[in-house]
């Protein structure tokens, strides 16, 4: 029987080194050349291509590749009827999603998205755009911008529908958010017939779980301690929104060992309200992956 | 009398340092901010912006700028109406043209313009592409590539349009160069009504003036020589595809001094051949501008 | 009620980067925009400035901040009336403390402190120098130093007063260090009347316990082992300087397994020892945070 | 009693990094000043050396060193007379051996070694080089080559024997291999005299076996999930291949927790198997080190 | 007869690394290792220290140097009695002067010098600050800023005095210039008894007359012209007012050659109307030295 | 006929840099792609490689290449038979010579070459060495050093050989020069037969005088300046050294225009007496070549 390959494609440009990274924490190593497009998987299963986000719902649709890792916003934009396998929460500067919004000028006329009827806008989200403005009732002219697009109002265009993560570029521009019409994650999605494939399929899906084991682990932290016997009672119900915690008898048998996995932003909250219901010796480590 | 005002696109990208050095040898200090998109000339009366060349072209067409710098390529991309002032020789690596060809992976079936009937072909070039092929008599489905293209053959596409300077990334991808369909210099254009101004035409035909005595000066230096008396018409007749040398007498009445405007390359063949014609004291030096 | 704000100050220059990783490890994202001043917590509750942390003292002290982390060093220079919240155990250049040394030329007939008398003396830490020398009974001129110190004797002082950490600057300018006047760690300092706020004593003493747990955590792992019955006793009484380790059951009932808290630095020495007591399957692992 | 000394060579250059960071990993930090080659260890029984690789063999061999760290081929080509102390799998590039391949232009005649009769071949590693073809009873000139190896052929040599680590430098040349001759990692050495030393080595083991532990947890990880009670016999016997997973039981009677060492590459395939055995709640958390 | 030595001190920080290139361009070569500050001249007679631009006036003043190039603020701030040998036309930032400015809030109440009556001031330059604003009868609270002056109001101080540029990062922290209390470029001081000794005297106003040579060079070219002998009345009253052009015959005797020393900013304007005068053939080269 | 070639062998390595740009002065551009070891001239009658300076006189004596540029300590380190065709005045760190050095210890009993008896010496330059010290009747063992020399003394060699520019490499790591053996400069060096070949010697004659024609230029300068017609006298006395000075008539029939090409380094000396003498509007100017 013939050997079976998984034809992926991974977004070259902005999301590539976090996509490898993540890739890599899920346990697959990826030989990226300098020059070539081809990353090596240390998995004869997969063969690879680096594709710009923009295209890679284009060639998953089409069926050049079997699946593909792009940002949601580039999925919308190409209208690609693909399957979305997983949403994976990052985007192009960290763990939190990206936003496009329409801004304008901050002394511009234009308050709220009614005003744009009969504008001009720059985007490089041109498709989208559309649709979302017809949705709204509202005619404007929307013209592809080849980038730069932040410096185009007001000379060049009355209004901009561009990529934000902080704002503060569109601040040092002097302009002013009125709308935000999309935000954005990476996905990892299928094409169709590939995703009826059973094989194919099962393959995704685990390549889709160590994923997302590998991102759940970015956030999150495991934390022991030691507790003595008359607070366990009270300890155990300050985590008590956690699944079991594994408890287990100390060489000291006035003392029990208590180990969570636990979001690392409530740490700093928990440990002081822990420490003050009994626990002590705390320990906390960090993880590779967190896989439910 | 309010004063006037030259607006002036500048492209942004791969052509922007070697345009705002060029503009410098010219007399033009431009102070470009990091982040900001609009260049400051010390000069009043020109108010400049950076843009993507391939925007160029249509910006300047509709009017928003008076005039612009761009490739050639792009002006025949966007199909716009606009004046030529100048042609600048350089391009993306230096001063000479960049090309456009059609290239196939190296064992492709097409050898020729011809066998791309009914083939696929991704590029960033795209209605320049179409067009051409038309003129062929060529039927071929002509995709926009987004960057990377020559990544795209043999699963991709079949054939791609991608710019070249030595082949060299060609090469390492694997790629045969079947036909050259474009070579593309920067040009200096103008948008018709500005033209049609007095006070901008003559302040662009000046500003062209200069950014070519400035280019061509790049490929001259300036080349001096003491020359006896009887060997006087030998050296001037080696010399006499030039346009009258700048002779003058030495102290020693018996010796002339030469001076010529030569291309830099010709001085390696010309100076051997000068000494066996009795010329000595050689002394060549650089130049910022070279204007007829 | 009004949401309570603690204003911290952070030190800007040579602590910077180590103090915004120590309190990410604690639990705090920072977000620190290029040129922007005021770093942003992911906790509401803090509002927080970046300010050098020689006048981070003074500002804690004078009560425009809350509360900050500077060195030792510099609150001593400013002889600031701060609360010490904590010492946290690093400094410029690692986790050890800095030293400010007297220094003089190889060749001076300076030898011990004594010989200063009337002498020239440069330095970036003018006050604490001079309450120093007098301190000892010896009258000097300090002058302030704005940098480059280790460059002026013999020239232009007869001796420093200067940072140093491995001396090797020092050395290669040919000084000779005559006595160590200051050892300095960072160190989290309270405004007075912030400390007697009963909701920001609470909160600066969270923090103070999450930066530390961090800071320990730099320097200890955890280290697991399986122990056989008959061994116990031996590998506890190598262990018996740590408190309570973790003891739990293996499946295979004539083993336990251990684990341990312990300086990084004593693994090599003890894990031999614990070999030939009989543990084994010795796995060691890092640590986020240790807290007691 | 005098304070014994352990002498170490480091190999300078390109394992250098790695080396390093390996003994920190190992529980040794490891001053290097720029400019210096003594490093300087955090153990006073330590006094360490940076020298080329291809000289540690032989300063071992003589006594100058008590032990160092280099390559098998510059041993193989010093044939030098060293105690092997241990084998750490790590080379030039990473986590696994480099070889030494005969190579030849890609149209060369040449296509086994029997066609290397009288050619010239150029090699850094002559003496090695030597050995092998004699070894094969082929005679050809063998010259010494400072670098720059692969660009020889066919001008300046007939074959080379040169390092390759994924063969991309020799395709780049147009060269093809044809027989590897070596395969190498980097070896922890020992001058036979210290070895009989015991107190020597006995620091020698256990710096072998700390080094030796690091080196091991570069590709294990340790893996934790909780198994229902009537699960726990499936999932043991997937995990069956492992010495003694450490179990305990969960507050919630009917759970078990699991804890394995296991390499980091086989947890994408285990984990599936897992899953479907009824395991869940996986935690996969990073290693320093891994002592059986 | 002993040798003299002429002491000078170079400016550590921002105005070293144009310094050491005027001072190149000027004809001496100074060799500067890293991590010494006794830069080296190729002048027997010279020796050089590098101290900060801020130092500088004081060890003139005190004869601790002989000469010293600095930035008139720092003389002013430091009040030091010293001979100005030169102005040199350059400072931080390229070769026009820096402003020393008052800056507040932009939304800040204080509109004009004067109400700063009473307020808290934060500047690096704290004694002419003070001197200035008591000249003004303004009485306010001037502190020392160790540095990032800008991020202080309107929290740590009410206004500050800062050196800017451009203004940008003034804006950038949303600050508003009120008033310039000082423009400052690079001064070459000398000690006043230094000054004295005539050959030291000498010695300074060679370095000095270079020096402005070198300066003077990088703002004007060489410009050349072939003119007719009809046109040239016409030519030389455009250029009227530079002294004496240099005119030589050519070898065609109707043309004359023409050349002149010029601005490189007036070349723009110039060289139309010289062609239109019926100048031709220009060529314009770069200059390393101009000496009146 | 068939066209000839000129094969040439370039320095890799400390030389490469150099010798690219001074060929480029020469009027040869260069193109070297990254990773390839043959750079191509724009001058179809030369082909070149890049091979080790070491290795270039072994190759130009064997036939392999026609000629080739090196330092003339690797052509005595190989006792090439090759034709000298020029002395080119720079070396690995400039326009001075290398220099080989015996040093040893600062505080080593050997004070002179007599001392060296019996002694091991470590060195890359080992054959010159050997005839150096055999020469002297000195007997000593000299090993080849595989680099880092001058970390060697003195545990693994008593004295070494190494190259020096300022001495300051070995002052750091306290070493003693005790005596200079060779001074090394860049050779143009060429095979014998091809140098009897009447083409190739043609053009390694103008490649050898177009280089040193630029070598000159880097060390020179063009200086023109005006006199009046009384002081002409006095003026050409102290240029009197310099080869006849170009002498043209000013407009203003009273002065003259001189211009000398002189030392760069004499100008600072010389300007200040040509003024003294009457001479005024000095401009200086820089070279591309310089020949004789």
New interface residues.
């Given amino acids: 029987m013939e050997n079976k390959i998984l034809k992926i494609g991974l977004p ?1 440009g902005s999301l590539q080194e976090t996509t490898i990274k993540l890739f890599k924490k ?3 190593n990826i ?1 990226v ?1 300098p ?1 070539s ?2 990353p090596v998987f ?2 004869d299963e997969i063969s690879s ?4 986000a ?2 890679v719902p284009r ?1 998953v649709e089409e069926g ?1 590749l079997d699946c593909g890792l792009t940002g949601y916003d580039w999925i919308l934009e190409q209208n690609a009827e693909v399957v979305e396998v997983a949403e994976l929460r990052y985007a192009k500067e960290g763990f939190r999603p990206v936003k496009w919004v329409i801004a304008v000028p901050e002394d511009s006329p234009i308050k709220k998205l009614e005003d744009l009827q009969g504008k001009k806008i720059a985007t490089e989200l041109v498709a989208y755009t559309k649709r979302y403005l017809k949705s709204k009732g509202i005619k404007a002219e929307v013209d592809f ?4 697009t932040e ?1 185009k109002p007001p ?2 265009a009355d209004a901009i529908v561009d990529l934000t993560e ?1 704002g ?2 569109l601040r ?1 521009n002097k302009l002013r958010i009125i709308e935000t019409i999309l935000e954005s994650t990476t996905r990892f999605i299928a094409n169709k017939s590939a995703w009826r494939d059973a094989w194919k399929k099962k393959k995704m899906l ?1 390549i889709a ?2 994923l997302q ?1 590998a991102l759940t ?1 970015e956030s999150k ?2 934390l ?1 301690m ?1 507790v003595p016997k008359d607070s366990l009672k009270r300890v ?1 119900s300050l985590l008590n929104s956690l ?10 048998e006035n ?1 029990y ?1 208590l180990e969570v ?1 636990i979001d ?2 409530k ?2 909250e928990l ?2 309200k822990l ?1 003050d219901a009994g626990a ?13």
Same sequence: chains 1, 2, 3, 4, 5, 6.
């Fill in positions: 070259k899920a346990g697959y030989h050349s020059r497009y081809y240390d998995d291509m680096l594709i710009r923009q295209e060639y050049y911008s080849w980038g730069a410096v000379y060049l902080t503060s570029s040092a685990n779980m160590l084991g682990a932290v495991g022991k030691n155990l699944h079991s915690p594994t408890i287990s008898q100390l060489y000291d003392w060992a996995i690392e932003k740490v700093r440990l002081p420490k002590s010796g705390f320990v906390e480590y960090p993880l590779n992956k967190v896989i439910p």
